[in-house]
């Protein structure tokens, strides 16, 4: 059985986490706890895109019994298939003065995000799964996956805490893996700025808002209590649970 990788670099109060984990491996290898870091990030402002779930580019398709709580919105793009089966619990915005707008905060939302520093930033790359991270601001400068065990975020009793995760590439989760909150953190305050495109396997859960440069795809049963966004891509869902937070 390989075994992970850890390497730490401190260098002006920046810490680097390498994780890397075979899929086959034991989850419980992978069980670092990120150091706190005492750099508070700032909440996001989120305009017009605040009550949608799902906002997307080019288009939108559901397969099956797929459910959202929340507005949906698309801008440019004019195709939303799948509703009905699919159940919206909330209100369609296809290119109306919101669906304009929340493309606009969208962008600005996700330049913020992207463009966020601080002098103990957490570099991680490879697999996330078996990590527990703390509030502050993570970095990779590829892609991410959790792949190999689940990925906890721990607020330390600080409900308010906000947690950053830039994303050079894309983002994925395999089968059943799971984004699990704990010390009071919230689905709400998590935000992925995702360079590519995001990939949700079969029946995983997923907390946070997902703000992806090109598309999102929900494979059957996969879960989100957050907002998906994909600014120039599609949206796709097959039998999913979507709730907005």
């Given at each position: 059985?390989?075994?992970?990788?850890?390497?730490?670099?401190l260098?002006?109060?920046?810490?680097?986490?390498?994780?890397?984990?075979?899929?086959?491996?034991?989850?419980?290898?992978?069980?670092?706890?990120?150091?706190?870091?005492?750099?508070?990030?700032?909440?996001?402002t989120?305009?017009?895109?605040?009550?949608?779930?799902?906002l997307?580019?080019?288009?939108?398709?559901?397969?099956?019994?797929?459910?959202?709580?929340?507005?949906?919105?698309?801008n440019?793009?004019?195709?939303?298939?799948?509703?009905?089966?699919?159940?919206?619990?909330?209100?369609?915005?296809?290119?109306?003065?919101?669906?304009?707008?929340?493309?606009?905060?969208?962008?600005?939302?996700?330049?913020?995000?992207?463009?966020?520093?601080?002098?103990?930033?957490?570099?991680?790359?490879?697999?996330?799964?078996?990590?527990?991270?703390?509030?502050?601001?993570?970095?990779s400068?590829?892609?991410?996956?959790?792949?190999s065990?689940?990925?906890?975020?721990?607020?330390?009793?600080?409900?308010?805490?906000?947690?950053f995760?830039?994303?050079?590439?894309?983002?994925?989760?395999?089968?059943?893996?799971?984004?699990?909150?704990?010390?009071?953190?919230s689905?709400?305050?998590?935000?992925?700025?995702?360079?590519?495109?995001?990939?949700?396997?079969?029946?995983?859960?997923?907390?946070?808002?997902?703000?992806?440069?090109?598309?999102?795809?929900?494979?059957?049963?996969?879960?989100?209590?957050?907002?998906?966004?994909?600014?120039?891509?599609?949206?796709?869902?097959?039998?999913?649970?979507?709730?907005?937070?």
């Amino acid at each position: 059985m390989k075994k992970n990788k850890v390497v730490t670099i401190l260098a002006l109060a920046t810490i680097v986490i390498f994780a890397s984990c075979n899929k086959d491996e034991d989850p419980d290898l992978n069980s670092q706890i990120i150091p706190v870091q005492t750099v508070v990030q700032p909440n996001v402002t989120l305009g017009a895109t605040a009550n949608l779930a799902i906002l997307a580019g080019e288009a939108v398709t559901n397969t099956g019994g797929t459910v959202i709580t929340g507005d949906l919105g698309l801008n440019p793009g004019t195709s939303v298939g799948g509703f009905p089966p699919g159940i919206l619990n909330g209100t369609l915005q296809i290119n109306t003065e919101t669906a304009i707008q929340a493309k606009l905060d969208l962008t600005a939302a996700y330049n913020d995000v992207a463009a966020r520093t601080s002098t103990d930033i957490v570099t991680l790359s490879g697999n996330m799964g078996g990590l527990t991270l703390t509030p502050g601001l993570y970095k990779s400068t590829s892609s991410l996956a959790i792949s190999s065990g689940d990925l906890t975020f721990d607020a330390k009793g600080d409900e308010n805490a906000t947690f950053f995760i830039q994303i050079a590439s894309s983002l994925t989760t395999t089968s059943g893996r799971q984004v699990i909150l704990k010390g009071g953190a919230s689905a709400a305050n998590i935000f992925w700025q995702v360079g590519s495109s995001v990939t949700f396997g079969t029946t995983s859960v997923f907390k946070g808002t997902v703000m992806a440069m090109e598309s999102i795809t929900f494979n059957t049963g996969a879960t989100l209590d957050g907002r998906a966004f994909a600014q120039s891509g599609t949206i796709v869902m097959e039998a999913n649970t979507i709730v907005k937070q």
